[in-house]
C-alpha cells in the first residue's frame, strides 16, 4: 500500500529567498518530461528484524516530524544534482559532475519556466565530487567585475564564499577537498575543506548589459575543473592536456519537474531512500549529534543507515503522518521569514549557515535553494505601496531616494519588476530592471526618482523608467550587490513606494 506522501508547502505571495536559484533555470526550468526515478534503498540483512521505537505515541510522533526537517535539504539537494548534472556536456547552465556550467545570456519576458530571472548577474553553477580526491577550481582575473562564488554542502550551508569580497579579483586558484581528505596541494593552491563529499559552487558575474556577455562568457569560460591527480606529481600526473570526462545521462530521471515539486510528491520510502543514500558520503555537521541520537529512539540513523522497509512499522508509519505536519511547519515558517519596514521584505541574517536551526534551514531550502550569503547579496521584496495597497500596473508610482540614502553597497544595486508568477513583465521598452550603473538622472538636490509605470513618463524621465505590466498585480525585487553594514543590520531599509 502507498503510504500518503510528503506534502506540498504551500508558496507564499512573496518570498524574498526564491529569487536566488530559480534565476538559473537549475531547480525552476521545465525540460522533457521522464518517468518518475527509482531510488534504491540501503539494504539490511534478510535474517535481521526490525528494532522496537524506544518512545511512543504523541513523543514518536514528535520525532518523526523533526525527522523530516532535518532530512528535508539533503533530499532537495540531491535531487537538484540529479537533475542539474543529468548531461553529457555542459548546457544552458547544467553539466556533469565537476564541470562547470553556464548562463551565458540574460532570461527576458518570453522566456519560459524562470522565476525571478536577473538581468545583473550571468550565472556558473559546478556539482562536485571529492569523495575520491579533490578537485582544483581555478578562476581568472575578474578585472572590474564584481563576482562570487558560493560553496554550498549538501546540507545547504556555504561552507565558502569566493570572489571579490573575500579574496579579491585577482586569478585565484583553490582545491576543494572531502571531509576527511589529508595529502598535499600544488604551491599556490589554497585548500577548501567541504563539509561533505558532494556539493555545490553557485557563482554570480556582474554583466552590464547585453554587450558586456563577451567579457562575460570570457571570465566564464576561465572557470576550469580538474581533479588533483592531473595537476599534482604526488598524484601521478602524466603532463598530458586533462580532458573533461563525458557525464552519464540517466533517461529515467524525471528532469521535466523541478525537484521541490518531486519531494513534495513523494512516499516515505522513497524520500528515506534518497536520504539513506545520500547521506552515507555526506556526513551530518558535528554539532548535529543531539539530534541524531533523538533519531536514534526511532529506529533511524546508523552508519549505513537503516533502510525505511527495516524500520518498525509503527515508524514507519509515524514517519508517513509526520510529512504533512512538517510541510506545514516549513510553509509557515517560509511566510514568515524576513523583518518588514516601508512595505519591503529583507531577509538580512541567518541565512546560508544555519547551526541547528534545522526548521529555519528547510524553510530557506524550500524558499530559494542554493541561498547565499546576505554579506555577497540582499533581496529587499515588495508587492505593496506606502499604503499598504497592492502595486497594480495601471497605477503610477515613484520610489524616492534622498541625496545620500541610496542603497548602501560596495558593488552595485538594481530594482526589477516582475509579475504575478515572478517573471518578467512584457512591455514594449524590453525594460525588465533599473541599475546603479544605468545612466541615471539625479535631481538637483542630488536625490533620485525611479518611475514605475506602464507608460513612459516622458522623454526627461526615460532614464529613470522602470516599466510595469499594462495591469493587475506585480512586484519589485531590490539586489544590492556586497551591502555595506548599515543593511546588514537593518539600519537602511528601501523608501516606501509612493503612488504617483
Not at 133 to 144: K, M, S
Not at 300 to 328: F, I, K, W
Not at 432 to 456: C, F, Q, T, V, W
Request: net charge neutral; with cysteine; aromatic share 10%.
Amino acid at each position: 500500500m502507498r503510504q500518503p506522501s510528503c506534502p506540498r508547502p504551500s508558496r507564499p505571495r512573496l518570498s524574498c529567498l526564491a529569487v536566488l536559484v530559480c534565476a538559473m533555470g537549475l531547480t525552476c526550468a521545465a525540460v522533457a518530461q521522464s518517468p518518475q526515478p527509482t531510488f534504491r534503498l540501503v539494504s539490511q540483512s534478510p535474517a535481521s528484524s526490525p528494532a522496537a521505537p524506544a518512545v511512543s505515541g504523541a513523543e514518536l510522533h514528535d520525532i518523526a516530524v523533526d525527522a523530516y526537517v532535518y532530512a528535508y535539504p539533503m533530499v532537495l539537494m540531491e535531487l537538484t544534482r540529479r537533475n542539474a548534472t543529468n548531461v553529457q556536456t555542459p548546457m544552458d547552465g547544467r553539466a556533469p559532475m565537476n564541470m562547470f556550467g553556464h548562463k551565458t545570456a540574460f532570461p527576458d519576458a518570453r522566456t519560459p519556466d524562470v522565476r525571478w530571472p536577473s538581468t545583473d548577474t550571468l550565472y556558473s553553477s559546478m556539482w562536485y565530487d571529492v569523495s575520491r580526491e579533490p578537485v582544483i577550481v581555478r578562476v581568472p582575473d575578474a578585472g572590474n567585475r564584481y563576482y562570487f562564488l558560493s560553496l554550498l554542502d549538501m546540507w545547504t550551508d556555504v561552507f565558502a564564499s569566493r570572489g571579490t569580497r573575500t579574496v579579491g579579483n585577482r586569478p585565484q586558484t583553490f582545491a576543494i577537498v572531502g571531509p576527511y581528505w589529508q595529502g598535499t596541494v600544488p604551491p599556490g593552491v589554497e585548500v577548501v575543506r567541504s563539509p561533505t563529499s558532494m556539493g555545490w559552487v553557485l557563482g554570480h558575474v556582474q554583466t552590464n548589459g547585453s554587450a558586456d556577455y563577451p567579457g562575460v562568457n570570457q571570465f566564464q569560460s576561465g572557470l576550469v575543473v580538474q581533479p588533483l591527480s592531473t595537476v599534482s606529481p604526488a598524484y601521478g600526473q602524466t603532463g598530458k592536456t586533462y580532458m573533461p570526462v563525458t557525464g552519464n545521462v540517466d533517461p529515467s530521471l524525471n528532469t521535466r519537474t523541478p525537484p521541490a515539486d518531486l519531494v513534495a510528491s513523494m512516499d516515505a520510502a522513497t524520500f528515506w531512500g534518497i536520504f539513506s543514500e545520500a547521506v552515507r558520503n555526506n556526513p551530518p555537521h558535528a554539532n548535529d549529534y543531539p539530534m541524531l541520537d533523538r533519531l536514534r529512539r526511532i529506529g533511524l540513523g546508523g552508519n549505513p543507515p537503516v533502510a525505511y522497509s527495516r524500520l518498525d512499522p509503527t515508524v514507519q508509519q509515524a514517519l508517513a503522518q509526520a510529512g504533512p505536519e512538517a510541510g506545514r511547519r516549513i510553509a509557515d515558517y517560509v511566510a514568515g521569514l524576513g523583518s518588514g519596514y516601508n512595505g519591503w521584505n529583507t531577509v538580512s541574517e541567518g541565512i546560508g549557515t544555519y547551526g541547528t536551526d534545522y526548521l529555519r534551514r528547510a524553510a530557506i531550502a524550500y524558499a530559494g535553494l542554493g541561498a547565499g550569503v546576505p554579506e555577497d547579496v540582499m533581496y529587499p521584496v515588495t508587492s505593496i505601496d506606502s499604503k499598504g495597497r497592492a502595486l497594480d500596473g495601471d497605477k503610477d508610482y515613484v520610489l524616492h531616494f534622498d541625496k545620500g540614502q541610496l542603497p548602501p553597497v560596495n558593488a552595485f544595486w538594481s530594482l526589477a519588476v516582475y509579475g504575478p508568477n515572478q517573471t518578467f513583465a512584457e512591455n514594449q521598452a524590453g525594460k525588465y530592471a533599473i541599475h546603479s550603473n544605468d545612466a541615471l538622472k539625479y535631481n538637483a538636490d542630488g536625490s533620485l526618482d525611479i518611475y514605475i509605470r506602464h507608460k513612459a513618463p516622458g522623454r526627461d524621465k526615460q532614464d529613470n523608467w522602470l516599466p510595469t505590466p499594462a495591469s493587475g498585480p506585480f512586484m519589485l525585487n531590490m539586489r544590492m550587490y556586497w551591502p555595506r553594514t548599515i543593511a546588514l543590520d537593518g539600519a537602511w531599509a528601501p523608501p516606501p513606494v509612493r503612488r504617483d
